[in-house]
């Protein structure tokens, strides 16, 4: 994807970078209608905590990757806002990892399916990387879900027991649960229904809970906290940000 026009000191510039990725992908046709609305909610919540990544937060993605590790067959799931604001740190997650990268949309159709298969593979060989990506041929359903938003690969999702579901919508976060499989969110949204439904909850900005996990994952990744508790982590999130406003009232 083309460069931004502006300078990497510019206080915001984190944020700009991921505004023009979105643009590039939605000129490339790899996104929902939605999608800049949904990162919009995203940014909103980023903003509060302060565009950091809190200790809670790191609590869960060390746990969150100790759970992928442990994993029979873990799966990383991507959706088009994945794809074009941190596709290449999934491609390296996933590499890492051994384990294969699913795409898999909310808002399905072919055009979109082609264009971030497309996208991801164009990624992969820059990478240099030897990752299966599938969503390409989907030959299970995801019972409880309607229409074609159940698709699924069975080699892929189905037959995952840890899955990472970066930005998930809330029904599909539930359906996976209830399959019995750990599923992982990455949310800025302390209270939306998929963070409040995953198993690990990590609330920080999708880019740098991942890169957060790859820094991990070199370093050797700990074995999973048994006593690991999402409510406390999801509270200590929704914390951060209300000590901020305070900070700033
Ligand atoms: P739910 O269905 O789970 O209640 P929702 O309807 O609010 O959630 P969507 O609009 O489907 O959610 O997805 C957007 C979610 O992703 C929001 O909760 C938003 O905070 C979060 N989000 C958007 N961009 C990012 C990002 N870059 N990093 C982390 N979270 C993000």
């Known amino acids: 994807m083309g ?6 000191s510019h206080p915001r510039y984190a944020s700009l970078l991921m505004r023009h990725r979105l643009e590039e992908a939605a000129k490339r046709g790899m996104l929902a209608g939605s999608a800049m609305i949904a990162h919009g909610r995203g940014e909103a919540f ?3 905590l302060g565009e950091r990544t809190t200790d809670s937060a790191r609590t ?3 746990q969150a990757l100790a759970c992928l590790v442990e994993a029979t067959h873990p799966v990383l799931s991507v959706n088009g806002n994945v794809a074009a604001l941190a596709g290449d ?3 390296r997650l996933a590499s890492a990892l051994g384990c294969p990268v699913e795409i898999n ?3 399905r159709t072919p055009e979109r399916m082609e264009a971030l298969l497309g996208f991801m593979n164009e990624r992969k060989a820059a990478l240099g990387l030897d990752v299966v990506v599938l969503g390409d041929a989907p030959n299970a359903t995801i019972p409880g879900l309607k229409g074609p938003r159940a698709a699924c690969h069975q080699e892929g ?3 995952s027991d840890v899955i990472l579901v970066p930005l998930e919508d809330g029904d599909r976060c539930q359906a996976l649960v209830a399959m019995g499989k750990t599923v992982i969110v990455i949310d800025l949204n ?3 229904r998929s963070a409040q439904g995953a198993t690990i909850t990590i609330v920080d900005e999708l880019s740098r809970a991942l890169n957060t996990m790859l820094e991990m994952v070199e370093g050797g990744a700990n074995a999973s906290d048994p006593a690991y508790n999402n409510n406390a982590v999801l509270e200590a999130g929704l914390q951060a940000m209300l000590q901020g406003l305070n900070q700033s009232a």
């Open 3 to 8: 460069d931004i026009a502006a300078d990497p």
């Open 60 to 62: 869960a993605a060390a």
């Open 89 to 91: 740190e999934i491609l």
């Open 190 to 192: 302390p209270l939306s």
């Open 105 to 107: 949309i909310f808002y």
């Open 157 to 159: 999702i189905l037959d």
């Open 46 to 48: 980023d903003y509060l």
